[in-house]
């Protein structure tokens, strides 16, 4: 067994081990958590020659998709893909994982008949292959060896991974506009205003819906659906990433049950707290999906907005049970006022 740890007394430098392979190889694909633009930029050169001789070439990014890309990130993967698709556009380029994050490495190289797998804690990067202490251990045994390929072909499948061209918007997390969602306002086109100033509240019948249903097991839906995979188009290849502010709520079915016939099925409105009001619909089994009417942005952004302004939630982070805990409430309160209309305190 060979083994690789940046160390030159056991193994030496993994670069040393990717570099050699890329020269050679007929087949190349990396399957990696996190790349940095440097190893790009400085490899694209022997990658782009494996396309010129006529082989194949993927890199695929695990975490890209969700926790986003620098700009610096984006343009080397985005330049280098172009370039492979510029010689050989078939299943070749930069594909980011959209459907569960993805923080292995995985290395495969192909030289006529002769494969050379290696697994082990290396990124693509400059940390992962040269400066960090790591572990990477050549996979020859073949029991492994099948297993990594079926794991390979499950990496590239067009339900699972995309290439970067057809992601419709990657995430870029040093951008002005991502900055912006720290201090975003709800337009008057997603809600109207209300004046809650004559509005006793304390004569109306309410319920609870707990929203710490909403994050147990939950941790890629309804509240945190920014964090779930992409929505693909199977007919154009193209997957669109969910927004930052998009969310539901799913009420426990002993909240529904111990609201009764308070609870909204179907169409209704609400006025919130603050002086907002939107349509809203719930559905569902037993109607237990809460969203905005129109678009699941507007729910979404009243509830996130809340919790950055008290500084329980940082843009573009999950939300967690101790969200709620520095919050103050885990729960919404609906005061049912009739007529389809309902307040909401949170």
């Known amino acids: 067994m060979s083994i690789f740890t940046n160390d030159k007394e056991f193994g030496g430098f993994f670069y040393d081990q990717v570099t050699s392979n890329l020269a050679q190889a007929d087949e190349a694909t990396i399957a990696t958590g996190y790349i940095s633009s440097q190893t790009i930029d400085d490899l694209s050169a022997p990658i782009l020659k494996i396309i010129k001789r006529g082989g194949s070439f993927n890199l695929i990014v695990g975490m890209g998709y969700y926790e986003g890309l620098k700009q610096n990130q984006f343009d080397a993967l985005n330049n280098l893909n172009n370039e492979i698709k510029k010689i050989k556009a078939q299943d070749n380029g930069i594909k980011l994982l959209f459907t569960r994050k993805y923080h292995g490495k995985i290395y495969h190289f192909r030289k006529d008949s002769k494969e050379t797998y290696f697994a082990g804690s290396s990124n693509f990067s400059p940390s992962g292959l040269i400066n960090n202490l790591e ?27 995309a290439y970067i061209d057809k992601i419709e918007e990657v995430k870029i997390t040093d951008s002005k506009r991502f900055d912006s969602i720290s201090k975003p306002k709800i337009s008057l086109k997603e809600a109207t205003r209300f004046d809650t100033s004559t509005l006793d509240i304390s004569k109306y019948p309410s319920f609870d819906i707990s929203l710490s249903n909403n994050i147990e097991r939950r941790t890629q839906s309804n509240l945190n659906c920014y964090f779930g995979k992409g929505r693909l188009n199977r007919t154009t290849g193209i997957v669109q990433p969910r927004e930052w502010f998009e969310a539901e709520l799913i009420a426990h079915k002993k909240d529904i049950v111990k609201a009764g016939p308070l ?43 809340k919790l950055q302004k008290r500084g329980a939630l940082d843009p573009l982070q999950p939300v967690t049970r101790d969200t709620f805990e520095i919050y103050g409430r885990d729960s919404i309160k609906f005061y049912k006022l009739g007529n389809g209309s309902f307040y909401m305190e949170f």
């Open 263 to 305: 609870y909204p099925r179907g169409d209704f409105k609400v006025i919130t707290d603050d002086g907002l009001s939107f349509p809203c619909r719930t559905q569902g089994s037993y109607y237990k999906n809460i969203r905005s009417k129109h678009s699941l942005t507007i729910l979404g952004k009243w509830l996130k907005l």
């Open 135 to 161: 572990t990477n251990i050549e996979v020859k045994d073949q029991i492994s060896v099948t297993k990594l390929k079926g794991f390979f072909s499950w990496l590239k499948k067009s339900e699972n991974s």
